[in-house]
């Protein structure tokens, strides 16, 4: 992925996010009545000029804007919405805050005609910001919410009718002009709704072939009620199937199989609960409940190319990999595990018989996902040089700062095949021992996903030969702030760890819960990382007091015909929600202004 394409879906994930952060209830109603009363209070003595009318606007604010809205929330959470999880309390009197600050600023400015004309301009403001409020919540409940039409005009009038009847009784009676006015208002700002809708829905089908309504109304659902199904249906449509590798290695001492390291091509992403996001730890449960064992992860070469559409193609793929999970020849021995160094690269590989494990890492340099080919040509490298497989692992293990986007270089991406390459060569020549296997697993309960820790937790697989304890930390979580892998390796050295790699998942199911700059927390930036290295240090402590004579068994193969959504399909979304912000304020720009000039030229003329 491009630098510009992964910024991109940095932001898209900030914008999705900030639609639906509000405050407590509590905070919300007292802004409600706040904003209503205060800005009810100083329309009125700026359209009277006169601070007896103090009484008058607190009244109106009160009686007309803001317990009929506190009313009308209620009802829509407890009759018309009750279907609809995304418009709970609170964001029900959200959207009633919002739209009593702009039934105040047509006040406001109804005050200024107030003492122009000295006619009923501020009744007839106050029946404009009914309409204006009527076109927002119709606005807001059609893009957002997945109820029918009926129901969102059920949804769209509840306030603005309550409002609307005690507006009557406030002024004690309206004029038939007025009663023209709200037909008409209502009627013009409606339709440029209806249209404003139309056109950015359109937007959205011009860029990725899906209304960009119908995609806010996915990400709507994912990120404020933890339900992915409506996005991974819109996913679904714009993926298309592909066979995926995936490569397996058990390690089994004389009673069963002890450890399986799962290494997918399968990219855990795009974010959240949504498609693949968290297959890191499904797979891991899986396994583990199969096989009574201990499973991990890794990171595999690939990027946001190979996500799965939806939690469909994740129950697709896991039932292929669980097929492949019949282990039958086994390597009694091993290397010493083999470190080589090429610019920032650095690549490790070990041979279990034929088979080879190689992890890829430019820690401490800040870096992302390496591409899918470049694990290919690593692996076809290795085979050519007469290993029968060869797993290839993108540590992804370091980060730095959360404004910069990591993208490897065409150098870096030389450095890390001529690394990985110079390691297999090397390691396939090295005097092969029995081994030893001990494995632990660690799930802090002080980590959750908000710090960037996923379900799985710390796996330490400790791999003895003759001439060198190695070891394997499996961190499930996505990517992991610079310099702590260094920390972590340096910790394990006073256990009698020789050497050895730090890998992360890149689970995305961390990804979108916080409002941090890149849209997540690597491993290390929001948790303690001392407390991390001590539970490291605990698993790596009982994974060496298990070690057993063991022996490994590799298997590769394939999920074929699972759902993935292509990585210029992940591009298009995460641009889609810039270009929709911009078409958004230009559209509204074009269609609001004329027709709120409209109607107010039209209830001026009704006022006189």
Wanted: aromatic share 8%; with cysteine; glycine share 8%.
């Amino acid at each position: 992925m491009i630098e510009e394409e992964t910024s991109y879906v940095m932001r898209a994930v900030r914008h999705y996010h900030s639609l639906f952060t509000f405050p407590s209830h509590r905070v919300l109603v007292a802004l409600l009545l706040l904003v209503s009363v205060g800005g009810s209070m100083a329309a009125f003595s700026i359209g009277f000029q006169s601070f007896d009318e103090l009484y008058n606007g607190l009244l109106f604010g009160a009686t007309v804007l803001a317990l009929p809205s506190v009313i009308g929330d209620l009802i829509l959470r407890g009759v018309v919405a009750r279907e609809n999880g995304i418009f709970d309390l609170r964001r029900c009197t959200a959207l009633s805050a919002l739209s009593c600050a702009v039934w105040i600023v047509a006040l406001l400015v109804g005050g200024f005609f107030q003492i122009l004309s000295r006619h009923n301009a501020l009744l007839y403001a106050s029946i404009i910001g009914s309409c204006a409020v009527t076109a927002l919540r119709y606005l807001a409940f059609s893009s957002v919410s997945f109820l029918d039409k009926w129901r969102v005009m059920g949804s769209t009038m509840i306030q603005p009718l309550l409002c609307l009847v005690a507006n009557i009784v406030f002024w004690k009676g309206w004029p038939p002009s007025a009663f023209l006015a709200v037909i008409m208002a209502n009627s013009t700002l409606l339709v440029a709704t209806h249209v404003f809708v139309y056109l950015i829905d359109r937007h959205g089908t011009e860029i990725v072939g899906i209304g960009s309504i119908d995609l806010l109304k996915g990400f709507a659902a994912s990120w404020t009620e933890n339900i992915p199904f409506p996005l991974e249906e819109r996913l679904e449509k714009l993926g298309y199937k592909a066979d995926v590798s995936v490569a397996l290695i058990a390690f089994r001492d004389k009673e069963k199989i002890k450890a399986i390291m799962v290494v997918p091509e399968i990219h855990p992403g795009p974010f959240r609960n949504v498609g693949s996001s968290d297959f890191p730890y499904m797979v891991q449960r899986s396994l583990e409940g199969e096989f009574k064992c201990i499973a991990a992860t890794p990171h595999g070469t690939s990027g946001h190319e190979l996500n799965l559409t939806s939690q469909h193609q994740c129950r697709k793929a896991l039932r292929e990999i669980n097929d492949l999970a019949e282990f039958s020849m086994f390597s009694t021995t091993a290397t010493r595990l083999v470190r080589r160094e090429v610019g920032s690269a650095k690549a490790t590989c070990q041979f279990f018989g034929k088979d080879a494990i190689v992890t890829v890492t430019c820690a401490p340099k800040s870096m992302e996902d390496i591409p899918l080919q470049v694990g290919s040509q690593i692996t076809k490298r290795g085979m050519e040089l007469g290993a029968r497989t060869v797993v290839v692992i993108d540590a992804h293990n370091s980060i730095e700062a959360s404004d910069k986007v990591p993208v490897l270089s065409e150098g870096d991406l030389k450095d890390i095949q001529e690394a990985a390459n110079g390691a297999i060569a090397s390691a396939i020549n090295e005097h092969q021992t029995a081994f030893k296997v001990g494995v632990s697993k660690v799930t802090p309960q002080d980590f959750d996903l908000t710090k960037g820790m996923g379900n799985g937790g710390i796996v330490v697989l400790t791999i003895r030969t003759s001439e060198q304890t190695a070891v394997y930390v499996i961190v499930d979580g996505n990517n992991m702030v610079s310099g702590l892998r260094e920390e972590i390796q340096e910790s394990l050295k006073r256990f009698g760890i020789e050497d050895g790699e730090i890998l992360t998942t890149d689970t995305h199911v961390v990804n979108a819960l916080t409002l941090v700059e890149r849209g997540y927390h690597p491993v290390g930036e929001a948790l303690d990382k001392e407390r991390l290295i001590l539970y490291v240090e605990e698993a790596a402590r009982e994974a060496l007091a298990k070690m057993q004579r063991s022996e490994a068994s590799f298997k590769a193969g394939k999920v074929y015909g699972v759902k993935v959504i292509g990585e210029s399909d992940v591009a298009k979304l995460s641009l889609l929600v810039d270009s929709t912000l911009r078409v958004t304020k230009k559209y509204a720009l074009i269609i609001f202004v004329p027709a709120i000039l409209l109607v107010a030229l039209f209830s001026l003329l009704l006022s006189v």
